[in-house]
Nanobody, 123 residues
Framework: QVQLVESGGGLVQAGGSLRLSCAASGSIFSINVMGWYRQAPGKEREFVSAISRGGSTYYEDSVKGRFTISRDNAKMTVNLQMNSLKPEDTAVYYC?????????????????WGQGTQVTVSS
């Protein structure tokens, strides 16, 4: 089993920055892709970004150029640097991981999930 724990959420003004982190523990050898999803109030959870073990990155269109995903394979952590934040970025952000080697935007492709961390962007 794999456990994922997110940190770094909070309240920030529009235009500000936050850095989310996610640490994996347990059977981390089984992890290939790590990613981030978010769920805004009243909306379905949506893909934000993912990174493969080799460092290939993928972003949802609305965050391209503003968010940067990175990972440390030795520590099995994944980070999401969020800049130029907008009120519409307000959501609970979830860390996710999967054993498959291909990054995927599809929620059902990810076997492991964190509990989520709240990000609130005020206007």
């Amino acid at each position: 089993q794999v456990q994922l724990v997110e940190s770094g959420g909070g309240l920030v003004q529009a235009g500000g920055s936050l850095r989310l982190s996610c640490a994996a523990s347990g059977s981390i050898f089984s992890i290939n892709v790590m990613g981030w999803y978010r769920q805004a109030p009243g909306k379905e959870r949506e893909f934000v970004s993912a990174i493969s073990r080799g460092g290939s990155t993928y972003y949802e269109d609305s965050v391209k150029g503003r968010f940067t995903i990175s990972r440390d394979n030795a520590k099995m952590t994944v980070n999401l640097q969020m800049n130029s934040l907008k009120p519409e970025d307000t959501a609970v952000y979830y860390c996710a991981a999967r054993g498959g080697s291909a990054a995927s935007p599809y929620e059902r492709a990810y076997e492991y999930w964190g509990q989520g961390t709240q990000v609130t962007v005020s206007s």
